[in-house]
């Protein structure tokens, strides 16, 4: 049990897109979560909390930067640690404090930074 | 009785705004004064001047032009960072944010007048102050011990000069020698500081001055992060480290910097180098707003504002806020709300539920982190815990090296969060 949770945290972690696919199978949201459109300026007041760990300037440096990814992707990496299919003590208080619409919100932010 | 007092107030009103409004139409905009350039202040003034794109006018008071910050300034007592990294400046908040940064002290408060007045003479005009000066120590709260004795027993509980002498006088200790704490009572800046502390001087110690003894006089009878650090203590510094508590005797302390002897409970030992941290309270400009209850200054977990005047917000160290530890991160998510609430106040623009959260890690030896964080969230009463997790013991050492590594990169943020 523990040993196929370490699987799915490292297959999201650096998954190939093989095994990108069977995580998925592992972890799904619902149409209804994907199609929450985010509100930017809530995202933009909320990301202030994020950015005194996931800097500005998008460098990666024992935190990954995380401007300008996909909203998909950043809206998946939220649910999976608040859900706990991701590992990171931070990351899992972080996400476990936030509800659908600030996810939403987020994604949306963070998606549109350079 | 209150029509008389209302068409009183109404009538000085029109008459201030007459007599203002030269001035008003001179500057235009409302004006935000930020009292300290620290975790909270640097925050604040960055995100007003940021977000409100120009519409606010921000005044940043601040006697140093180089901060140091203190967190990471026990890596610097470790060896593993030195003093430059720590230290940054203000010219990217007056650079690329506009803000009027005042090298000064601020010396008085007038919350009738809204007016700082400044050391060097000057006086500034606030529609909102903002005051987040970090700490000052309580007199008399080690005996024996007074800020003229700082350089014999140095504090290093605001970093730069105090951080590089007590290194120094740690390198110059005889083999074998004696380095003593005294550790501070709760509520104080950063609660497991003195401790990281701690397993900082045992790894320098180790390494140069292996049979040197670490003493802690500690007035609590457990500190945060406890399990950790002991085990951490255990594992990598054995021996070393001697931890007196309350229940033996920890609080019952006095120090002579003369003789450089420190007395635990009646025995007395001589030391070769001794860390004195005493009790804290909130910077003395809060004293001076006549804002404070006790030793710190109590606000509303809504927007950060004084509960005795709301036209002033305190942050960090200095306020009596409910849950949240004293902090560098701490302080930066207090700014965030405040920021906000300012410029909602002065601007009309939206304001949302406050959040806030909090991670404080400590380096217990090379590539060996621990963390404790929490979320919090306002309340009428105070800000309040939602959830929280802390390190485990016996944690693997990729676990403790991604730990420390994530301090780093934490490291990197705020200070870019603050200064830009
Ligand atoms: C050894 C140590 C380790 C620490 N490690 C960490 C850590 O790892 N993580 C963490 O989050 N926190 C840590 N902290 C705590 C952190 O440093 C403080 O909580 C944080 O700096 C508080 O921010 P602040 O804005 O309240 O005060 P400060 O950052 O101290 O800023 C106050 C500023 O106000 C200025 N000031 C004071 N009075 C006046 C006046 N009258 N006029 C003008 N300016 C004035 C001062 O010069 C100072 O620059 C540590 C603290 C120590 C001592």
């Known amino acids: 049990m523990s040993l196929q949770s370490n699987l799915i945290a490292s297959v999201f972690l650096f998954g190939t897109a093989l095994n990108a696919e069977q995580a998925i199978e592992k972890f799904t949201l619902s149409p209804s979560i994907l199609e929450i459109q985010g509100d930017l300026a809530y995202g933009e007041y909320l990301a202030s909390d994020c950015q005194t760990c996931h ?7 024992g935190i990954p930067g995380i401007n300008g990814r996909e909203i998909t992707e950043i809206v998946y990496a939220l649910h999976e640690y608040k859900n706990k299919y991701r590992k990171n003590q931070v990351m899992q208080m972080m996400a476990g404090g936030l509800g659908d619409e600030e996810i939403a919100a987020l994604a ?3 998606a549109s930074l350079q | 009785m209150s029509i008389n007092r209302r068409s009183f107030i109404q009538t000085a009103a029109a008459v201030t705004a007459s007599l203002a409004t030269p001035m008003v139409m001179a500057s235009g905009k409302p004006r935000v004064v930020v009292v300290g350039g620290g975790a909270g202040g640097a925050t604040v003034a960055r995100y007003i001047a940021k977000d409100s794109k120009g ?9 140093s032009r180089t901060y140091y910050t203190c967190f990471f300034s026990n890596l ?14 203000y010219g990217n908040l007056a650079s690329e944010y506009g803000i009027n940064v005042v090298h000064d002290w601020a010396v008085d408060i007038d919350g009738g007048s809204k007016t700082v007045s400044l ?11 903002v005051l987040s000066p970090g700490i000052d120590f309580v007199d008399g709260a080690v005996d024996g011990w007074d800020l003229n004795a700082q350089n014999k027993m140095p504090h290093a509980y605001k970093a730069g000069s105090q951080t590089e002498l007590l290194k120094a006088q740690l390198a110059s200790m005889p083999e074998g020698g004696v380095f003593a704490m005294v550790a501070p009572p709760n509520p104080y800046r950063c609660p497991p500081g003195p401790y990281e502390r701690i397993s900082m001087i045992a790894h320098m110690l180790k390494k140069s001055n292996p049979t040197a003894k670490i003493i802690v006089a500690d007035p609590k009878p457990k500190f945060s992060k406890m399990g950790l ?8 510094y054995d021996g070393m480290v001697d931890w007196i508590g309350s229940e033996f005797g920890g609080g019952n302390v006095s120090v002579n910097p003369e003789a450089m002897t420190v007395s635990i ?6 030391v070769d180098a001794c860390n004195v941290i005493p009790a804290m309270k909130a910077g003395r400009i809060c004293e001076m707003a006549g804002i404070t209850d006790g030793n710190w200054a109590p606000v509303s977990a809504h927007d950060m504002s004084s509960k005795v ?7 960090g160290d200095a306020s009596a806020q409910g849950d949240m530890p004293k902090s560098g991160f701490s302080a930066n998510s207090q700014a965030k709300v405040a920021a906000m609430a300012i410029r909602g106040a002065l601007t009309g623009s939206k304001v949302f539920p406050a959040k806030f959260s909090n991670t404080c890690w400590s380096l217990v030896d090379t590539n060996n982190g621990v963390k404790v964080g929490a979320t919090y969230k306002a309340t009428d009463e105070k800000i309040a815990k939602v959830d929280g997790f802390i390190s485990k013991t016996g944690e693997t050492a990729d676990v403790r090296k991604a730990t420390y590594e994530e301090s780093v990169g934490w490291y990197a943020g705020i200070t870019a969060d603050m200064f830009g």
């Open chain 2, 309 to 315: 005047d709301s036209n002033i917000h305190v942050l």
């Open chain 1, 108 to 110: 949306s932010y963070f």
């Open chain 2, 265 to 270: 409970d009646g025995e007395e030992t001589k």
């Open chain 2, 76 to 89: 610097y007592l470790g060896g593993f960072r030195d003093l430059g990294s720590i230290a940054h400046s």
């Open chain 1, 55 to 61: 800097r500005a300037d998008n460098s990666n440096q």
């Open chain 2, 229 to 236: 650090f002991q085990e951490g203590w255990a594992n990598h």
């Open chain 2, 55 to 63: 519409a606010i006018d921000v005044t940043l008071v601040e006697p």
């Open chain 2, 119 to 129: 050391a060097g003479g000057g006086t500034l005009n606030y529609d909102r102050l």
